[in-house]
């Protein structure tokens, strides 16, 4: 599909080779399978929740390596979208029993999506957003297929599996991924994972629109926090030009 678009935007150089590959390998493809690995061993809500644990994660990177000033707003931010999500997960009546395996899962799904975020801030800054995700789940796939070269047995997987595995390809992987490439030329590593908290806040308020499900307190409440957490980190991110302007 690239190719037919801008067969250019597949050209990299050779020296980023190794670089796409660890991006891909060492950071994509364990993102995505601890991600479903989780949601297999607990529920969504869970599995959601603790993969947008990665805030936490590129905030402490950005202070301890980077030597970002962590501001009351950045802070606040966090914490909030922090909050907003254990909300919302909390709303959904599904913490009881949950698997040891899974929530280390989780959490280990926090750590790549953090990692694949600071790790690609050079894929976009020197190529499109496009090459970077074609890249990163190329050598993502590659290391899966070497990997697991056997793993479906022939006649196995029916049409509506083709169906299934096509919509998560697309709608919940490769699209979501590419704005999430785009959004990282612009904002830092902590903004991104910030503004992605927002999944679970939309997905709730979607649920309740267009399949009539209800909306617990906890969950409007948790939703409201997200929302405001954004809303401190797009302020915070404005501030600095702001006062520049102003001197």
Not at 160 to 189: D, I, K, N, Q
């Amino acid at each position: 599909g690239i190719a037919c678009y801008n067969r250019h935007l597949l050209v990299i150089s050779r020296r980023d080779i190794p670089y796409f590959a660890v991006l891909g390998m060492g950071g994509m493809a364990f993102m995505q399978f601890s991600y479903f690995f989780t949601i297999s061993l607990t529920n969504v809500a869970t599995a959601v929740f603790l993969q947008y644990m990665s805030p936490i994660l590129m905030a402490a990177y950005a202070v301890l390596w980077e030597k970002e000033k962590l501001t009351l707003r950045r802070t606040g931010a966090v914490l909030l979208a922090m909050l907003g999500g254990l909300f919302i997960l909390l709303n959904s009546g599904e913490v009881a029993g949950l698997s040891w395996m899974g929530i280390i899962s989780g959490v280990g799904s926090a750590f790549f999506m953090a990692f694949c975020t600071i790790y690609g801030r050079r894929a976009v800054r020197n190529y499109h957003p496009l090459t970077a995700a074609a890249y990163s789940f190329g050598f993502g796939a590659l290391m899966w297929w070497i990997l697991l070269p056997g793993l479906w047995e022939p006649g196995s997987i029916t049409v509506e599996h083709w169906y299934m595995f096509w919509y998560v390809a697309v709608f919940s992987t490769v699209l979501p991924f590419l704005l999430y490439f785009t959004g990282m030329r612009f904002l830092s590593p902590t903004s991104v994972g910030i503004i992605a908290c927002l999944e679970p806040a939309i997905a709730a308020a979607v649920a309740y629109a267009a399949l009539g499900e209800n909306m617990g307190l906890l969950q409007i409440v948790g939703g409201s926090f997200v929302l405001a957490a954004v809303l401190l980190i797009q302020t915070e991110s404005k501030e600095p030009e702001e006062n520049k302007n102003a001197a």
